[in-house]
């Protein structure tokens, strides 16, 4: 980029490789009486945005958060200019790194990417003071300290709604069940609401706060549960979210899907 007063320029665009490491080439000028005063002013734009055969996610912020991160300036220059090693030590990098990392796990236990372009909103300012996922959307406030475990999370929820329907589906499921609200491990709430909660505590790994033989309106029994299935059954990861995703609405319940589970593998 090149910065003048105003809009600044787009002078060109380049992807990094797996070692950060990229060049860009553009040209630019600037505006001003004096020759030397002619060239332009660059700087880095950055977007966190990632495409691979594992993995297709982009993470972003509203402008009213400043939108996209941007390096330090380089002034009047031309011919090649190194910019050295960036360091972007922020909340937008953590989140990049977390749903690097979470997209990445998907893809070696289930053995293909997430099945659509997954989108990321950090610092988002409508929010409900915690990370959650739409049906096209993972939101993060600001703020809001990211693990790794709960990037899985949030994107077993993601998948997991695309699986059981579209946006309309997604929607009366929210009102149904009452999505938007506050929770933990021990929560006795409704089964459509546990089963949503427990199965991305079980794809996280979350699976030590639950009974098993406990009442499935408890979304950590359903993640204990759903985690105790998977081993007596040597059911796969790859195969426990084929029970989900050729089962389109119709799994709303631990039973639900544990019913769906025995018809498929002959075994719950």
Request: charged fraction near 25%; charge should be positive; include cysteine.
């Amino acid at each position: 980029m090149d910065e003048d007063v105003g809009r600044d320029d787009h002078m060109g665009s380049a992807t990094t490789d797996g070692n950060g490491y990229f060049t860009v080439s553009g040209t630019a000028s600037d505006v001003a009486f004096r020759k030397s005063k002619r060239r332009p002013d660059v700087y880095i734009r950055l977007d966190y945005r990632h495409s691979s055969a594992r993995a297709r996610f982009e993470v972003d912020r509203s402008v009213l958060r400043g939108g996209k991160e941007d390096s330090h300036k380089f002034s009047d220059k031309s011919g090649n200019v190194n910019f050295g090693t960036l360091h972007f030590n922020t909340e937008m990098c953590t989140v990049y790194q977390r749903f690097y990392d979470a997209t990445h796990d998907f893809y070696s236990r289930v053995g293909y990417r997430v099945p659509f372009d997954l989108k990321i909103t950090a610092q988002a300012i409508i929010n409900g003071g915690a990370p959650f996922a739409l049906h096209d959307e993972i939101r993060i406030p600001k703020g809001k300290k990211l693990s790794s475990r709960t990037a899985k999370h949030e994107l077993a929820h993601a998948v997991r709604h695309r699986y059981d329907g579209g946006l309309a589906h997604f929607l009366k499921d929210v009102a149904q069940f009452v999505y938007t609200r506050n929770h933990n491990c021990k929560s006795n709430t409704n089964h459509g609401f546990a089963f949503n909660e427990g199965w991305a505590e079980y794809w996280a790994g979350d699976t030590a706060c639950g009974d098993a033989n406990g009442t499935k309106k408890v979304e950590g029994n359903v993640a204990t549960a759903l985690k105790e299935m998977q081993t007596r059954c040597r059911t796969s990861d790859r195969n426990m979210w084929e029970v989900l995703r050729r089962n389109k609405g119709k799994i709303h319940s631990y039973s639900s899907y544990a019913s769906k589970h025995r018809q498929m593998h002959n075994c719950s």
